[in-house]
């Protein structure tokens, strides 16, 4: 069983310290969720796990199996099995969903293998078409050009699809308030149980206690002033729900001091 573990993270922005010793190991087959109000830190801490170039890491590690994550450039991390999706995905208006996914799944094969060919189209095909079921997914959508006029929930199918098609160890999702409605907000969740198993380790983050109605986190954790200052069961969530953050906020600032 693989781990992807967050020690004492540091991480600054521009010089302005952002995660402050943040702490967390996914285990694959668990669902984590994280909480906590607008910027503490939540999507540095995803840009962080991708590589982002803007995200300097000043100090703790991110270990992968014990292998350093932090040293690995995007594409490896990627390969390595950790998936990211963002809150904005960027449009590519010329590549299809289906021409996008394959180069993927082929980049991929010909990191392990450098002879490989790449997967014949028709069995590609077969895949996609498998997987697209899976999510209940309109076939016409694979030859539409990625995030390109795609609705909030669109863009969604197109991560959960590319999450089904890659296959990774551990995935992290970045969920954003604005733009998803309930309906995105069900495709992720269902998508995500319907990948969701003891390959797969998850790290949701979310400002929705709804979002934790569909899928169910085993662990919760909030996330205050760049570091993790409560972490519980499902129960946390409906917690927060009824009474916000507050509570919280002495624990965050004896933290700090
Ligand atoms: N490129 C940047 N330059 C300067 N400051 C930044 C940059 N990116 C993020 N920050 C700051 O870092 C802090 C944390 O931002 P982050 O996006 O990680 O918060 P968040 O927890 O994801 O918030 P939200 O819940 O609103 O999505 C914020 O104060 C934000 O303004
Ligand atoms: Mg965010």
Known sequence: MSQLEIKDLHVSIEDKEILKGLSLTLKQGEIHAIMGPNGTGKSTLAYTLMGHPNYTVTSGEVLLDGE??????????????????????????????????????NSRRRAENPE????????????????MDALKMDHNFAGRYLNDGFSGGEKKRAEILQMATLKPRFAILDETDSGLDIDALRIVSEGVNALS?????????????????????????????????????????????????????????????
């Open 68 to 105: 350093n994550v932090l040293e690995m450039e995007p594409d490896e991390r990627s390969r390595a099995g950790v998936f990211l999706a963002f809150q904005y995905p960027v449009a590519i208006p010329g590549v299809t969903v289906a021409n996008f996914l394959r180069s993927a799944v």
């Open 197 to 257: 198993g003891p390959e797969l380790g998850v790290l949701v983050i979310t400002h929705y206690q709804r979002l934790l109605n569909y899928i169910k986190p085993q662990f919760v954790h909030v996330m205050m002033g760049g570091r993790i200052v409560e972490s519980g069961g499902p129960e946390l969530a409906l917690h927060l729900e009824e009474h916000g953050y507050d509570w919280l906020r002495e624990k965050a600032d004896e933290a700090a001091a």
């Open 116 to 131: 490989d060919k790449g997967m014949p189209i028709p069995e590609f095909r077969k895949m996609l078409k498998e997987k």
